[in-house]
């Protein structure tokens, strides 16, 4: 497994971590401090403000989880997944298309988000 795939896994299991504590070391390991997360419903500037999104999630949703739904692509220091959140009930819901960008030390600079398929042509 690549770096950038290593630090894309990082990302994800802090989606998926209730531990406050762990899903710091997760972020600290893998997100730059100023790093962004842009999507159609949201602007997120910073780890600390990364974290308190996904603690917010976590607290309303502690057992839903993030999974792939395709393998890590990347080229450069540019990066691509897709996933969705499954519920406990085997349900999903939340289709994203992620696509980032790594600083020279490998932590994500920025995360553009992508919330189902796109339009038809």
Same mark, same amino acid.
Not at 9 to 33: S, T, V
Not at 77 to 96: A, E, K, L, Q
């Given at each position: 497994? *690549?770096?950038?795939?290593? !630090? ?14 762990? /899903? ?13 997360? $842009? ?7 910073? %780890?600390?403000?990364? #974290? ?6 976590? /607290? @309303? %949703? &502690? ?5 792939? !739904? @395709?393998?890590?692509?990347?080229? =450069? =220091?540019? #990066? ?7 519920? &406990?009930?085997?349900? @999903?819901? *939340? ?13 994500? $600079?920025?995360? #553009? $988000?992508? =919330?189902?398929? &796109? &339009?038809?042509?």
């Amino acid at each position: 497994m *690549s770096d950038i795939e290593q !630090t894309a896994m990082r990302y994800i299991a802090a989606w998926n971590e209730n531990d406050d504590a762990q /899903r710091m070391r997760l972020l600290e390991a893998c997100w730059a401090a100023n790093g962004t997360i $842009t999507s159609n419903n949201e602007h997120i500037v910073g %780890r600390d403000a990364v #974290f308190a999104a996904i603690t917010s999630f976590r /607290r @309303s %949703r &502690p057992d839903d989880r993030a999974v792939l !739904t @395709s393998a890590i692509d990347h080229h =450069h =220091h540019i #990066f691509r997944f897709t996933g969705h959140v499954v519920r &406990p009930d085997g349900t @999903s819901y *939340s289709n994203v298309l992620d696509v980032g960008e790594v600083d020279a030390d490998g932590r994500i $600079t920025r995360i #553009f $988000t992508f =919330h189902d398929p &796109p &339009p038809v042509a």
